[in-house]
């Protein structure tokens, strides 16, 4: 990399396909993103990416930057390209649609699978639930509730790359959230949806989740929570 | 459910092979390492209640940890699944009881059996 030019190689196409390498002006503060705009504005109109909100917010710009998923938003080319270049590719184990576009659809499908919708326990008639911020179960589900849902754990996870049953770590941190949380109506059926082959017992708790998550959330330990709380169900006959 | 299950038995099991295994080497060192000799060895094991309790319960944890172990290498790295691997794996855990169990019996024995050391 020198000080005004920075080597990028972007894949092009689908399962099949070529990296391509451009030319981008290197400039301070520039992420990932930028880079990726850049050379679509300027090069390649018709490369296929996503993003939303620019600000680490929305989680849809996540893709692999030399080697590791990243959030492209608010990953400083700076912190990436020391040895020289940048390789852009589309998020591991998700399909792909096009460039560095990946299809979402099994990972939100396998939330659903964890169970990792909330399940109202009043109606909006109802007064509204008053959990202190400090209760223990409130304060576990505050420590996992900030997802922004990017997939980049699910993309940093070799048990989802071998299996293709399991639900991975960002659908069973939100499930685990929902077991902790007072106010779903049904945290028994989420760890019935958890115990099942794909759930958190499939889980080698190696943390390459918790290792990548962009927003600093800890799935392993979440997982490790489940197994426990799927134990003392099943051994208490709660699981059947 | 059935997931659920399995992890705790392999769980369970690992937790109990842990004293075992450890035991069980210690046992190894001390003979060799005072030369005893197989008619020795015999002598002591033969008939006694507390060995035959120890190695069929030994037997017995193995054979419920290996085989669940194997069922998932086999799911994650062969890919192979449903099941066939879930018969496979109860298979090789049979096996292994019979297997353990038919070596725990040579040694213990009851005084049954020719060249009884004791
Ligand atoms: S800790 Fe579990 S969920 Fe996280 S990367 Fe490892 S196997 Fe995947
Ligand atoms: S847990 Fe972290 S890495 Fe995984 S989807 Fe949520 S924000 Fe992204
Ligand atoms: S564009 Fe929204 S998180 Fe990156």
Same mark, same amino acid.
């Given at each position: 990399?020198?000080?005004?030019?920075?080597?990028?190689?972007?894949?092009?196409? +689908?399962?099949?396909?070529?990296?391509?390498?451009?030319?981008? /002006?290197? =400039?301070?503060?520039?992420? *990932?993103? !930028?880079? @990726? #705009?850049?050379?679509?504005?300027?090069?390649?109109?018709?490369?296929?990416?996503?993003?939303?909100?620019?600000?680490?917010?929305?989680?849809?710009?996540?893709?692999?930057?030399?080697?590791?998923?990243?959030?492209?938003?608010?990953?400083?080319?700076? +912190?990436?390209?020391?040895?020289?270049?940048?390789?852009?590719? /589309?998020? =591991?184990?998700?399909?792909? *649609?096009? !460039?560095? @576009? #990946?299809?979402?659809?099994?990972?939100?499908?396998?939330?659903?699978?964890?169970?990792?919708?909330?399940?109202?326990?009043?109606?909006?008639?109802?007064?509204?639930?008053?959990?202190?911020?400090?209760?223990?179960?409130?304060?576990?589900?505050?420590?996992?509730?900030?997802?922004?849902?990017?997939?980049?754990?699910?993309?940093?996870?070799?048990?989802?790359?071998?299996?293709?049953?399991?639900?991975?770590?960002?659908?069973?941190?939100?499930?685990?959230?929902?077991?902790?949380?007072?106010?779903?109506?049904?945290?028994?059926?989420?760890?019935?949806?958890?115990?099942?082959?794909?759930?958190?017992?499939?889980?080698?708790?190696?943390?390459?989740?918790?290792?990548?998550?962009?927003?600093?959330?800890?799935?392993?330990?979440?997982?490790?929570?489940?197994?426990?709380?799927?134990?003392?169900?099943?051994?208490?006959?709660?699981?059947? | 459910?059935?997931?659920?299950?399995?992890?705790?038995?392999?769980?369970?099991?690992?937790?109990?092979?842990?004293?075992?295994?450890?035991?069980?080497?210690?046992?190894?060192?001390?003979?060799?390492?005072?030369?005893?000799?197989?008619?020795?060895?015999?002598?002591?094991?033969?008939?006694?209640?507390?060995?035959?309790?120890?190695?069929?319960?030994?037997?017995?944890?193995?054979?419920?940890?290996?085989?669940?172990?194997?069922?998932?290498?086999?799911?994650?790295?062969?890919?192979?699944?449903?099941?066939?691997?879930?018969?496979?794996?109860?298979?090789?855990?049979?096996?292994?009881?019979?297997?353990?169990?038919?070596?725990?019996?040579?040694?213990?024995?009851?005084?049954?059996?020719?060249?009884?050391?004791?």
């Amino acid at each position: 990399m020198t000080d005004e030019t920075l080597t990028v190689e972007i894949w092009r196409g +689908k399962d099949t396909g070529r990296f391509e390498t451009y030319q981008v /002006p290197h =400039r301070q503060s520039q992420t *990932i993103l !930028d880079v @990726v #705009t850049w050379i679509q504005r300027h090069r390649e109109p018709a490369l296929a990416y996503r993003f939303a909100c620019r600000v680490g917010m929305c989680g849809s710009c996540a893709m692999t930057v030399n080697g590791r998923p990243r959030w492209t938003c608010r990953t400083h080319v700076s +912190k990436v390209a020391a040895s020289g270049g940048v390789r852009i590719e /589309p998020l =591991r184990n998700l399909p792909r *649609i096009k !460039d560095l @576009v #990946t299809d979402m659809t099994p990972f939100f499908e396998k939330w659903q699978t964890a169970r990792g919708r909330f399940e109202p326990s009043a109606t909006r008639s109802e007064p509204m639930a008053a959990i202190p911020s400090d209760d223990p179960e409130r304060r576990i589900v505050d420590a996992g509730i900030e997802c922004i849902n990017c997939g980049v754990c699910h993309a940093a996870c070799d048990v989802v790359a071998w299996n293709p049953d399991y639900v991975g770590p960002a659908a069973l941190n939100r499930a685990w959230t929902l077991a902790n949380d007072q106010r779903d109506g049904d945290r028994a059926g989420v760890l019935k949806a958890v115990s099942a082959a794909g759930g958190c017992h499939a889980c080698h708790t190696h943390g390459s989740c918790v290792e990548h998550c962009p927003v600093g959330l800890n799935p392993t330990a979440g997982i490790a929570g489940l197994k426990r709380m799927t134990l003392s169900a099943l051994l208490k006959g709660g699981l059947s | 459910m059935i997931e659920a299950r399995l992890y705790l038995l392999q769980r369970g099991s690992a937790m109990l092979l842990a004293p075992l295994v450890l035991i069980h080497l210690g046992l190894i060192l001390y003979a060799i390492g005072d030369g005893l000799s197989a008619a020795e060895i015999l002598g002591r094991t033969r008939g006694s209640f507390a060995w035959a309790a120890f190695y069929g319960l030994f037997v017995l944890a193995a054979a419920v940890h290996a085989p669940i172990g194997l069922r998932n290498l086999a799911r994650e790295w062969l890919a192979w699944r449903g099941r066939s691997v879930d018969a496979a794996a109860l298979v090789f855990g049979l096996v292994l009881l019979a297997l353990g169990l038919r070596a725990v019996w040579a040694v213990i024995g009851f005084g049954i059996g020719a060249g009884d050391g004791a």
